[in-house]
């Protein structure tokens, strides 16, 4: 005996929003509060900075823009560097290599 289906036919005869199934298989819609508490997690993990509820002035959000460009520049930085390393030793090693199997 199997599991019956929680999807409407769309033949049954409703006809308040065009019979269309889509409207009758939606999900409702996770409320705007849910989203806000992530996106002050969120913010608050990665910028270490709270969401507030009323209008930044123009020197608040430039503080914010800057401390956001200053952890992307030394994200940046520090990603370079350990590229350069990582690519100087598969380079070395490379190196190395090849110059063992061409002096024998």
């Known amino acids: 005996m199997g599991r019956r289906s929680r999807r409407h036919s769309t033949g ?17 819609s996770v409320p705007f509060s849910v989203y806000k508490e992530k996106l002050d997690l969120e913010a608050h993990l990665h910028y270490e900075m709270e969401f507030m509820h009323k209008d930044l002035t123009k020197a608040d959000k430039q503080k914010i823009k800057d401390k956001i460009r200053k952890q ?6 520090r990603t370079t560097i ?14 190395y290599l090849i110059n063992q199997i061409l002096s024998r």
């Open 12 to 28: 049954f005869g409703y006809i308040g929003f065009g019979n269309n199934q889509a409207t009758f298989n939606q999900k409702t």
């Open 72 to 77: 992307e520049r030394k994200l940046f930085i």
């Open 82 to 95: 350990l590229s350069l390393f990582v690519f100087a030793l598969v380079a070395f090693i490379a190196y």
